[in-house]
C-alpha cells in the first residue's frame, strides 16, 4: 500500500468541497464479477450485437438475449465489495457527493450509494423499446434460459432489451449531462477501475482535471488520463479506499 499517496488523498478528500468518485469494472472485479474485456470475459468468445442489429434481427436478439444471461448469473450472485462499502461511508458523512459509474451492476446502490449516475445503464431491469415500460431482468432471464425465447412486453409486445447502453447505443443523455455537471463542480475526482478509453465516459475525468480539480487515479493498469493525474495508486481498490478512510479520522 502506498502509505505516503493515502495519506494525500486523506487530506485532500478531508479539505474537498465537492468529491466525486468515477468507476469502472475494476471495482467490481474484487465482488467476482468478471472484467468483459478482459481475456477470460465474453468479449473474448462472443461477438457483441449491436443496438441496430439487435432491433432489426430476431437471430441477433436471440444472440443477445444468449450472452446477457450468461452475464446475469456473475451479477445474481455478486454482493458490494469494501470498495463499494467505502464510497457509500463517505456519501453518508458528506465527504462525497456523487458516484459516477460505467459498471451495469448496481452494486453501488447495494452499498448504500444514493447519488449513482449510470452512464452505461443497469442491467436489474430490463425496458421495452417502444411503450418504455421496465421490468424486474431474473424472471425474463430465467424464462429465456428454460426455453430459448426472446421475451416481448407483456404491455404492448413490443422488443425487450435490458436497460443498459448497447455497442452503437446513445448513451441516456440526461444522465451524460449530469455527470459533467459533477465534474466541473468538483474539486477531487477519484477515478477506480477503469482504463479510461471507452468515451464519451473517459472524458469525464478528464473534465474534473481540466476544470481545476485534483485527480487520483487507483487503477491495476496504465491509462491514458495518468499524465493528467495528480496521484496514482496501482494496487487493490477496496484496500487502498479503506485505508485512506482510517486516515481520516483523527485519531488514524
Known amino acids: ?44 468468445t462472443s461477438q457483441p450485437v449491436y443496438y441496430d442489429e439487435f432491433v432489426r ?25 469494501l470498495g463499494h462499502q467505502v464510497l457509500a461511508k463517505w456519501e453518508r458523512e458528506g465527504r462525497l457527493q456523487a458516484v459516477i459509474t ?16 449510470e452512464l452505461h445503464g443497469t442491467a436489474r431491469f430490463v425496458a421495452c423499446l417502444s411503450c418504455q415500460a421496465r421490468f424486474d431482468a431474473d424472471p425474463l432471464v430465467q424464462q429465456f434460459l428454460v426455453d430459448e425465447r426472446v421475451p416481448s412486453c407483456p ?8 436497460a443498459t447502453v448497447s455497442f452503437g447505443q446513445i448513451l441516456p443523455e440526461q444522465v451524460v449531462d449530469e455527470a459533467y455537471d459533477e465534474a466541473r463542480a468538483s474539486d477531487l475526482l ?21 476544470t481545476g480539480a485534483k485527480l487520483v487515479l487507483i487503477n491495476r493498469d496504465p491509462t491514458p488520463l495518468d ?26
Request: hydrophobic share 40%; net charge neutral.
Open 1 to 44: 500500500m502506498e502509505s505516503d499517496s493515502c495519506a494525500q488523498v486523506a487530506e485532500w478528500l478531508r479539505n474537498a468541497g465537492h468529491a466525486v468518485a468515477f468507476t469502472g469494472a475494476g471495482i467490481s472485479t474484487e465482488s467476482g464479477i468478471p472484467d468483459y474485456r478482459s481475456p477470460q470475459g465474453v468479449w473474448a
Open 57 to 81: 434481427s430476431a437471430e441477433k436478439r436471440r444472440e443477445y438475449w444468449r450472452q446477457k444471461s450468461i452475464c446475469h448469473r456473475d451479477f445474481a450472485g455478486s454482493r458490494p465489495n
Open 102 to 117: 460505467q459498471n451495469i451492476d448496481g452494486l453501488h446502490q447495494d452499498a448504500g450509494s444514493r447519488r449513482v449516475l
Open 155 to 162: 404491455e404492448c409486445g413490443g422488443l425487450l432489451k435490458h
Open 190 to 210: 477519484l477515478a477506480m477501475g477503469s482504463s479510461l478509453v471507452v468515451t464519451p465516459a473517459a472524458h469525464i475525468p478528464a473534465l474534473a482535471r481540466q
Open 227 to 252: 499524465v493528467m493525474a495528480d496521484v496514482i495508486i496501482r494496487d487493490s481498490i477496496g484496500e487502498t479506499l479503506a485505508a485512506i478512510d482510517r486516515l481520516l479520522t483523527p485519531d488514524a
